[in-house]
């Protein structure tokens, strides 16, 4: 019997996964200066909007661009009572494409009043207008709005007098983009099509970037189920099936390979096909199926008994899964396939348990 409680538990250039910005067109820019307040630090709004020319151009829409690679999507969320100021703005703007400034310093001032923790940096926040995005095959409009936080240094050489002078700067690295969020003018009446970045993703500054300041959360589509079942199948190995309740180590190893594997080969998910294929036993299937709805309850996610599976995501988790023996200090052992082909022992002689592999020939 299983015992646990519920405390337990892009082409080169800008294509992306689902999205092509080869032909995208950065139609409108604005920059604004957010402070935290809680160091002191103002808001500085603009007076005007940047019309940046080639070839400075091109590098941002790289830098803005290149780094929404994730099929994850988010959309705004909102009720029947309250309005998500965020999507308001955002209505008006795809609406009326001549608000664009004055929304842009709306924007700032909204994620001024959100920046209210000492951990919290003030950045450079650009907010732009892409005409001729595509995403899931459907050409579009997008509002983009990022935030650099973070400055590197950089050499500056320059030629004078016959020799060679040296001068050091702080920039931004347009290599990377610390916080970014792009909007599609796309299924509005759910929210819009969203997707984020967020390199910084530390717990306080992701919660006030994605839930405090755009107040989002992420759809329930392929991406969002497969991520949920992997993260479930995972905690069920570590919490449930495991040696508190008499399962062996490569036992474990053997059913996240096992699910790892179903993830990467199946084109939908099934429950019903993965407990009868995967779990196969009754006893932990019913644990399994226990274990799922506690988890989905405590964690507030729905689990659907059938969807399309994200090879993103299953290929992503292949590396979380971890396939590793590890034994005292002295030996790591790696099972990728056959369980059968181990066997554990204990010698007497020596007082050590040991295991016994199985092979055809030595590559």
């Known amino acids: 019997m299983y015992f646990y409680t519920e405390e337990t538990i892009f082409t080169k250039k800008y294509n992306a996964l689902m999205f092509i910005f080869n032909e995208a067109d950065l139609a ?46 988010y959309h705004f969320v909102s009720t029947e009572d309250t309005e998500n100021y965020m999507q308001e703005l955002i209505n008006n703007l795809f609406a009326d494409e001549t608000l664009f400034f004055e929304t842009t310093r709306e924007i700032g001032q909204w994620l001024f009043q959100k920046t209210n923790h000492s951990k919290i940096k003030s950045g450079d926040l650009f907010v732009a207008y892409f005409k001729n995005c595509v995403v899931d095959d459907e050409l579009c409009d997008a509002i983009g709005i990022f935030k650099a936080e973070n400055k590197d240094t950089f050499l500056k050489i320059y030629p004078q007098n016959k020799v060679f002078a040296i001068e050091a ?39 006030y970037w994605r839930q405090d300041f755009l107040n989002l959360i992420q759809r329930n589509d392929e991406f969002y189920q497969t991520q949920n079942y992997m993260d479930m199948c995972k905690s069920f190995v570590q919490e449930v099936y495991n040696k508190e309740n008499n399962i062996e180590k490569t036992e ?30 009754p006893e932990v299937i019913q644990a399994f199926e226990e274990y799922k709805n506690l988890f989905a309850e405590k964690h507030e996610v729905p689990l659907e008994q059938e969807f399309k599976i994200s090879q993103e995501v ?23 396939g056959d369980r059968s082909l181990i066997e554990k022992g204990f010698d007497q002689n020596k007082n ?4 016994k592999v199985f092979y055809e020939e030595e590559e």
Not at 352 to 355: E, G, K, P, S
């Open 314 to 336: 299953a290929k992503k988790y292949k590396s979380k899964f971890k396939s590793v023996l590890k034994l005292d200090k002295n030996f790591h052992i790696y099972i990728h």
């Open 352 to 355: 050590l348990h040991y295991y």
């Open 252 to 281: 474990q190893i053997d059913l996240l390979n096992k699910t790892s594997e179903y993830f990467q080969t199946k084109e939908q998910f099934s429950l019903e096909d993965f407990q009868n294929e995967i779990i196969k036993e």
């Open 28 to 73: 409108h820019l604005a920059l604004h200066k957010v402070g935290n307040k809680m160091h002191n630090a103002d808001l500085l709004l603009s007076e005007k909007e940047i019309n940046p020319e080639e070839p400075l151009s091109g590098l941002l829409k790289h830098w803005f661009l290149s780094s929404f690679k994730s099929e994850a999507f």
């Open 169 to 207: 700067e702080d920039g931004i690295n347009i290599s990377k983009l610390d916080k970014g969020a792009l909007i599609f003018n796309s299924e509005s009446e759910f929210g819009y099509k969203i997707s984020l970045v967020d390199n910084i993703n530390k717990s306080i500054e992701a919660q």
